[in-house]
């Protein structure tokens, strides 16, 4: 997820378990598990704000594709009826 190996999470937990005192690692495991939950509920977030941009985005981009077509249309119209 971070870009870390299963070598560098085996040396992370022998270093947690070593700074951590034993009463105090239920704890701590169950903080480690709320912040895991709350960051992963926080990229999901982040991730539903991001297609919602672009959603709108595309809907804006599209709309003037169709208003600047209209206009070109338009003028083409008018060059042919000046035209005859």
């Known amino acids: 997820m971070f870009g870390l190996g299963f070598i560098e ?3 992370i937990g022998i270093v947690v378990l070593l700074a951590v005192k034993p009463e105090d690692l239920p704890n701590f ?9 709350e960051l992963k509920n926080t990229i999901s977030e982040v991730n539903k704000m ?3 941009f672009v959603k709108i985005a595309d809907k804006d981009i599209k709309q003037e594709i169709v208003d600047k077509t209209k206009k070109v249309l338009d003028s ?9």
Do not use: P
């Not at 495991?29 to 939950?37: D, E, H, L, M, P």
């Not at 083409?76 to 005859?84: F, G, I, P, R």
């Open 9 to 11: 999470i085996i040396v």
């Open 29 to 37: 495991v169950k903080k480690i598990g709320r912040s895991y939950k």
């Open 50 to 52: 991001k297609e919602d």
């Open 76 to 84: 083409d119209d008018a060059l042919t009826v000046t035209k005859k």
